[in-house]
């Protein structure tokens, strides 16, 4: 598994520009976590990395395509993934009463010390931004129809024969007898 475990000590200055393009960024983890998610094109990061302050600024473009399950119909739905970000990655405070190499705790940041030496983990930071970049809901087509609530048949390859089934001019009359029902 590459780190891509960056010291900051090793940074410029001036800023360096880094690219992540190790597939294993992100296949490991969604293997790890069991997503359904393939990638089509190659997902690749272009990082610039500039120390300011008590941190390091990291503003990077992620890039690619991939496949995951339709919200409404669970078919393939592509999703070309063209995400910049911009964050500001904070080293941790030394703590005071322990031995000097402990950082407090901060779960929330790829920042971490190690043996004293502020270390960027970049890995991460393009997994999240990655998860960031994915939709919510994301759709096979913009007018997916899903699946019928009561048979499961899908939509958008044909009508079933539910009761509720839209267009079918044979239960137009007993549609209009219909009792409302209260919403849930
Ligand atoms: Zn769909
Ligand atoms: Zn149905």
């Not at 940074?11 to 992100?26: H, K, Q, S």
């Not at 610039?48 to 409404?72: N, Q, Y």
Request: with cysteine; proline share 9%.
């Amino acid at each position: 598994m590459p780190t891509f475990h960056i010291s900051l000590n090793d940074i410029p200055p001036e800023g360096r520009t880094v690219v992540v393009d190790d597939p294993l960024v992100w296949e490991q983890p969604l293997t790890e976590f069991h997503m359904e998610c393939r990638v089509v094109t190659p997902l690749r990061a272009e990082a610039s990395l500039l120390p300011a302050g008590d941190g390091c600024l990291v503003r990077g473009a992620l890039s690619g395509a991939v496949i995951v399950p339709c919200d409404r119909c669970a078919e393939d739905a592509h999703v070309l993934i063209d995400h910049h970000f911009e964050t500001f990655e904070t080293v941790p405070e030394q703590s005071k009463d322990g031995d000097g190499n402990e950082a407090v705790e901060n779960d929330a940041a790829y920042i971490t010390l190690e043996q004293g030496v502020p270390v960027l983990d970049l890995a991460g930071l393009c997994w999240e931004e990655f998860m960031l970049a994915l939709p919510v809901k994301p759709l096979c087509q913009p007018n997916c129809k899903g699946l019928c609530a009561s048979c499961g048949v899908n939509l958008n390859t044909g009508a079933c024969t539910c009761p509720e089934a839209e267009g079918d001019p044979r239960l137009a009359a007993l549609r209009a007898f219909k009792v409302k029902t209260p919403d849930h």
